[in-house]
T-cell receptor, first 112, second 113 residues
Framework: SQTIHQWPATLVQPVGSPLSLECTVEGTSNPNLYWYRQAAGRGLQLLFYSVGIGQISSEVPQNLSASRPQDRQFILSSKKLLLSDSGFYLC???????????FGAGTRLSVL | GNSVTQMEGPVTLSEEAFLTINCTYTATGYPSLFWYVQYPGEGLQLLLKATKADDKGSNKGFEATYRKETTSFHLEKGSVQVSDSAVYFCALSDMEYGNKLVFGAGTILRVKS
């Protein structure tokens, strides 16, 4: 069966520090991968999605970047965190043109 | 562009009460509609879906009917339990936009015993 892993579960980082959040999917090949952010009290905003290795689409301009070095690995990064980067980050995957997405448990990031 | 509007919460109910969470959408094509649920401290789980007009999605006692004429997909449950306390997200995906999900803001549901 397919599983998705995100880590770390929680992270507290100072302003100006770098960020790397990792997401991996098991049990499927060539998934579509997504990064969402959920700010406190708000809905989910799609940040990036990827349909294949090295293929990244950015949905909103921001301080973050994403990379997909392997088929089932999706990384969210920043060189210098801002206070406004705080939130709950969710990774998700889907297969082919199927429109159901499956979510990881999320990473809660606090930038202080 | 596509958008989803949900009723604002929090919604607070007593156990065994009837639940309705309203959701309306705007889409240029023929979207699929979803309800996702997020339990405290966890990621999102798909609760139910409907892919065309008049479809009814159901799961765990929850139901929602795809109403094209009113562009709505309201979530209902006849008798809620404390364990249903969570955040509920309405969402749509449209093939014209690569099947990316567009979410509503989420509605917090609190059920008291």
């Amino acid at each position: 069966s397919q599983t998705i892993h995100q880590w770390p579960a929680t992270l507290v980082q100072p302003v100006g520090s770098p960020l790397s959040l990792e997401c991996t999917v098991e049990g499927t090949s060539n998934p579509n991968l997504y990064w969402y952010r959920q700010a406190a009290g708000r809905g989910l905003q799609l940040l990036f999605y990827s349909v294949g290795i090295g293929q990244i689409s950015s949905e909103v301009p921001q301080n973050l970047s994403a990379s997909r070095p392997q088929d089932r690995q999706f990384i969210l990064s920043s060189k210098k965190l801002l206070l406004s980067d705080s939130g709950f980050y969710l990774c998700a995957w889907s297969v082919g043109n199927k429109n159901i997405q499956y979510f990881g448990a999320g990473t809660r990031l606090s930038v202080l | 562009g596509n958008s989803v509007t949900q009723m604002e919460g929090p919604v607070t109910l007593s156990e065994e009460a009837f639940l309705t969470i309203n959701c309306t959408y705007t889409a240029t094509g023929y979207p699929s509609l979803f309800w996702y649920v997020q339990y405290p401290g966890e990621g999102l789980q798909l609760l139910l879906k409907a892919t065309k007009a008049d479809d009814k999605g159901s799961n765990k006692g929850f139901e929602a009917t795809y109403r094209k004429e009113t562009t709505s997909f309201h979530l209902e449950k006849g008798s809620v339990q404390v364990s249903d306390s969570a955040v509920y997200f309405c969402a749509l995906s449209d093939m014209e936009y690569g099947n990316k999900l567009v979410f509503g803001a989420g509605t917090i549901l609190r059920v008291k015993s």
